[in-house]
């Protein structure tokens, strides 16, 4: 049995049976890691027997009895801005490469309390600003399709190691696309949930308002599965919402019906910017669904164009007052030979962040500063939700967006890293869910001529994940043009 070939539900039913056990299943995972890590660099930390002996004791709960859930001993990776007790936490910042939190983050207690097995953390861009995976200060991962391009960022790594398989599904974080926008350049599924439904506590922030972590995995029922482990009421998050239990049955949405199911696609999304070989292939997405017998129209999503600006002066502003408690004092980097308080800030604060991180801490600082708050941050807010009532009439009319979820293909290496203009850019079409709040998903749709996959995004009102992965996965049973298992085939 090619373990490595299984997807998460199918190797945990596969250990329940007896056919193989969790201490194999990481072992090929271990191996995996040992052969390729140096050239993907999936991974901050791999804990590897910290993840035997929980694969151990993993195993022995399944022979009792006491795990019997899809996701039972499968080996899992988190990025590395999810707090785990006892192992290092970095954010991919020199400001932390040494922090070991006290305490683990929520969702990564909910998939451990379900039986996954922890193999370690995954590199990120610095504190999650990013969309190439390269501001990381331990250095840039690559995409396992091809080496010489990015896998998106910020939850890079994460998508890369389910890609490659160094992990049989991870978790990211998706502040304005990051986890939706690498499962598009790495070929895998990635799921941004309604805010509030999965858990902040253990996240380490970046945009508070509109931070939310999410799964990245390697088929649609696999994303159903970690979605319903780690949703669910927090009372230490003060943003968790309640929800009846019915509506976070995910797995029970994964039916091939998306007959009357009315999908808008917005026609802002197939305008100048967009490669064609990736309209190409989202349009065939739609056709296929059309297909199916989804209705499918083309209108007009208002204020489209106001979603970058208003997402990186909010997105700023919050990260700017975030960042603040980096200071050398509480926790974290402090530079040496300082000679006074200031002096202290300024040269901890100066060698601690990276460019990118500081680049976007001024520019959060200038949009609430005295004379520009009004100016930019006020008008930020008002603008968002402006959006969102675009939106609302949106759903008013469709049960689902579909559009891309980049304007192109993975980017080579250093090609956006040299235009931050550019890299911003790129998120053109992922941040509106997080400004709006709304759950989205992405899923393989096809290659590029080069061979790089190309992901499709559909997009639900508030609380409607389960249309989200119904259409999703009457998609990936429909489509076999392109499978999520491809690059794991392969090698």
């Known amino acids: ?50 993840a035997r002996r929980r694969a151990e004791a993993v195993q022995r709960q399944i022979e009792s009895g006491a795990l019997t859930g899809p996701l039972a001993g499968v080996p899992m990776a988190v990025k590395d801005n999810l707090c785990t007790q006892g192992l290092r936490t970095t954010c991919a910042s020199r400001m932390l490469e040494d922090f070991v939190p006290g305490y683990t983050a929520e969702t990564v207690r909910r998939l451990e309390a379900a039986g996954a097995v922890l193999v370690g953390k995954t590199n990120m861009d610095e504190f999650a600003m990013g969309s190439t995976t390269e501001t990381s200060c331990h250095g840039v991962t690559r995409n ?41 350049h790495c070929g895998v599924v990635g799921m941004k949930p309604t805010y509030g439904t999965v858990s902040r506590y253990g996240l380490i922030a970046y945009a508070s308002s509109l931070d939310q972590a999410g799964p990245l995995t390697r088929d649609v029922s696999d994303c159903a599965a970690v979605l319903e482990a780690i949703s669910g009421y927090d009372a230490k998050d003060s943003t968790s919402i309640k929800r009846e239990p019915q509506d976070m049955d995910f797995t029970g949405a994964l039916q091939e019906d ?7 696609l917005p026609r802002d999304y197939f305008g100048e910017g967009l490669a064609p070989e990736v309209k190409e292939a989202v349009l065939g997405a739609a056709q296929t669904l059309r297909d199916r017998g989804a209705i499918i129209e083309e209108f007009n999503l208002e204020l489209v164009r106001y979603a970058i600006p208003t997402y990186y002066t909010i997105a700023a502003a919050e990260a700017s007052s975030n960042l603040e408690r980096y200071d050398g004092v509480k926790y974290g980097y402090r530079a040496p030979e300082t000679q006074g308080l200031e002096d202290m800030y300024r040269k901890t604060r100066s060698r601690g962040f990276g460019p990118e991180a500081k680049r976007r801490i001024l520019l959060g600082c200038f949009v609430l500063s005295a004379g520009y708050y009004d100016a930019y941050y006020l008008k930020a807010l008002r603008v968002k939700s402006m959006i969102k009532q675009s939106f609302d009439r949106a759903f008013s009319r469709y049960d689902l967006l579909l559009g891309p979820v980049a304007p192109t293909t993975a980017p080579r290496l250093g090609d956006n890293l040299a235009d931050p203009l550019r890299m911003y850019l790129g998120d053109i079409y992922t941040v509106s869910a997080n400004l709006a709040g709304l759950p989205g998903i992405c899923l393989p749709c096809g290659a590029d001529s080069g061979g790089l996959p190309i992901g499709v995004q559909l997009m639900a009102d508030c609380f409607q994940e389960k249309k989200l992965l119904r259409a999703a996965y009457t998609y990936e049973q429909t489509a076999k043009r392109f499978q999520p298992h491809n690059y794991i085939h392969n090698v």
């Open 144 to 184: 396992p399709h091809d080496f010489d391009h990015v896998p998106g960022g910020s939850s890079g790594g994460s998508a890369a190691a389910v890609a490659a398989g160094e992990c049989f599904f991870a978790l990211g974080s998706d502040t304005g696309g990051s986890v939706r926008q690498p499962a598009g």
């Open 258 to 264: 998306v007959k009357g199911l009315r999908i808008g």
């Open 1 to 50: 049995m090619n373990l490595l070939s299984l997807s998460a539900v199918e190797l945990s039913a596969a250990i329940r049976e007896g056919k193989t056990t969790a201490p194999q299943a990481l072992e090929a995972v271990l191996a995996r890691i040992d052969r390729q890590e140096e050239t993907c660099h999936c991974y901050v930390t791999v804990d590897r027997e910290g």
